[in-house]
């Protein structure tokens, strides 16, 4: 059974910084994509960024939404099935839950993932 447990999540002001953990288990698969989307009240869940990870080959590819390029960066720790989202200079446009999402193929739409975790809520204030 696939898991996958958010945590990093809070309150900040304006300017901060937040790490994301995505903590996944029971994916059969060597070679998966990682995502983090996230989704504010009243709008549709978008993108942020996503990587690819071959654990075979110990690849790692990223990809980033226009949202918070430049200011994301996505990593993993392969040995703990950790998937990481570091955000900086938050601004209050950034509040939104916060979720991962898991497959064996990249997407940047949310219907090519089959696997999601709860969600973290981040806050920012102005």
């Known amino acids: 059974q696939v898991q996958l447990v958010e945590s990093g999540g809070g309150s900040v002001q304006a300017g901060g910084s937040l790490r994301l953990s995505c903590a996944a288990s029971?994916?059969?698969?060597?070679?998966?994509?990682v995502a983090w989307f996230r989704q504010a009240p009243g709008t549709e869940r978008e993108l942020v960024a996503n990587?690819?990870?071959?654990?075979?080959?110990?690849?790692?590819?990223?990809s980033y939404a226009d949202s918070l390029r430049g200011r994301a960066t996505i990593s993993q720790d392969n040995a703990k099935r950790t998937v990481y989202l570091q955000m900086n200079s938050l601004n209050p446009e950034d509040t939104a839950m916060y979720y991962c999402?898991?497959?064996?193929?990249?997407?940047?739409?949310?219907?090519?993932?089959?696997?999601w975790g709860q969600g973290t809520q981040v806050t920012v204030s102005a």
């Open positions: 999402a898991e497959a064996r193929g990249c997407s940047r739409l949310e219907t090519g993932f089959t696997y």
């Open positions: 029971g994916f059969a698969y060597s070679a998966y994509c």
């Open positions: 990587i690819y990870l071959d654990t075979y080959t110990g690849t790692a590819n990223p």
